[in-house]
T-cell receptor
Framework: AQSVTQLGSHVSVSEGALVLLRCNYS??????LFWYVQYPNQGLQLLLKYTTGATLVKGINGFEAEFKKSETSFHLTKPSAHMSDAAEYFCAVRGPAFGNKLVFGAGTILRVKS | KAGVTQTPRYLIKTRGQQVTLSCSPI?????VSWYQQTPGQGLQFLFEYFSETQRNKGNFPGRFSGRQFSNSRSEMNVSTLELGDSALYLC?????????????FGPGTRLTVL
């Protein structure tokens, strides 16, 4: 079955350190790819998305992600973590292989230590 | 532009009752999708409406239903509530409803079933 996997339900980094959140999808045809962030008691906010074109996508708040077709990955990075980045992050995919529905990964909770 | 609004924000019901949740999309958006978020199952797609027609549906029992009005506002209904229906219900809207289009999420309605 087609799926989207986020490696690591919890990630902890120090303030100022690199943030790397992993996302892999399983489908023979690359879907559209999205990263969302959710703060406590709030809805989801789009960080960035990949549809076509340049494989390195820049988003809001200094985040970026690179689509690697050969690795079926779309990992999210930020060079320097800030305390305000503490939240839950969701990778999502959408495409014919996924029934054209927006399918979410299980989420990764990012903790930023001072 | 005002964002996606959902009412009510919090709701407490008892088993066997029914509930109706409301979603007002961003002005001009024609597509509305609904999602259920629980700690155990994560974010799951319920259904999508576009121009008053259900365009896609997730794997939920028939107790879950929805509709969209001519002004694009949407409601979802859950009948014969079960304890397992306790969740955060998120609504999202997009302009054209194409699968590459960004979905903008509301803050959600937190439903507790006792």
């Amino acid at each position: 079955a087609q799926s989207v996997t986020q490696l690591g339900s919890h990630v902890s980094v120090s303030e100022g350190a690199l943030v790397l959140l992993r996302c892999n999808y399983s489908s023979s045809v690359p879907p559209y790819l999205f990263w969302y962030v959710q703060y406590p008691n709030q809805g989801l906010q789009l960080l960035l998305k990949y549809t076509t074109g340049a494989t390195l996508v820049k988003g809001i708040n200094g985040f970026e992600a690179e689509f690697k077709k050969s690795e079926t990955s779309f990992h999210l990075t930020k060079p320097s973590a800030h305390m305000s980045d503490a939240a839950e992050y969701f990778c999502a995919v959408r495409g014919p292989a996924f029934g054209n529905k927006l399918v979410f990964g299980a989420g990764t909770i990012l903790r930023v230590k001072s | 532009k005002a964002g996606v609004t959902q009412t009510p924000r919090y709701l407490i019901k008892t088993r066997g009752q029914q509930v109706t949740l409301s979603c007002s999309p961003i002005s001009g958006h024609r597509s509305v999708s609904w999602y259920q978020q629980t700690p155990g199952q994560g974010l799951q797609f319920l259904f999508e409406y576009f121009s008053e027609t259900q365009r896609n549906k997730g794997n939920f029992p028939g107790r879950f239903s929805g509709r969209q009005f001519s002004n694009s506002r949407s409601e979802m209904n859950v009948s014969t509530l079960e304890l397992g229906d306790s969740a955060l219900y998120l609504c999202a809207s997009s302009g054209t409803g194409t699968i590459s289009d960004t979905q903008y999420f509301g803050p959600g309605t937190r439903l507790t079933v006792l």
